[in-house]
């Protein structure tokens, strides 16, 4: 592929794995348009790699996933993050959603943040409905590991909770 060019099969891809790269990026950020601004982060690098049509779903979760930290971790999106909740952007309103509060959305996205980059990716790709082989893939894990990978995650995500709970 030429430098600079964009691929032949962007448009396909894009069409079959923009809902899926979009949830991934919606999980960590709690924002559909700010996981949509991701989503087009990614494809826009996406559009000019060279990673193989066969792992392109896996590449754009990873990137995705990647990316929206990346947002979490530079604290680039407050202003954002507060005008999405006075307009009610909510991803997918549920009982959780309805219960949990705010500052504990926060308090846990930012714990995330605070988390080993591979034990957070791991555990949004899964939170985010992809199955054990997809995670597996995704992060180039053995199946049978991802399940481990994950409950450490949730262990690391319980304790750093935990330890800024106790900070506060």
Known sequence: MRRGAVRDDLEHIFRTTYPRVVAVAARVLGSRGEAEDVAQEVFLTFGRSSVPAGEAAGWLSVAA???????????????????????GDAVSPDIADAVVTLDE????????????????????????????????????????????????????????????????
């Open 65 to 87: 996933a990647h990316t929206a930290l990346n947002h979490l971790r530079t604290g680039r999106r407050r202003a954002s993050r507060e005008e999405a909740v006075a307009d």
């Open 105 to 168: 959305r926060r308090r846990v996205r930012a714990a995330l943040a605070r988390l080993p980059r591979r034990q957070a990716i791991a555990l949004v790709l899964r939170h985010s409905g992809l199955s054990y082989a997809e995670v597996a893939a995704a992060l180039d894990l053995s199946p049978g590991s991802v399940g481990t990978t994950v409950r450490r995650a949730e262990s690391a995500l319980r304790k750093e909770l935990n330890r800024h709970a106790s900070s506060d």
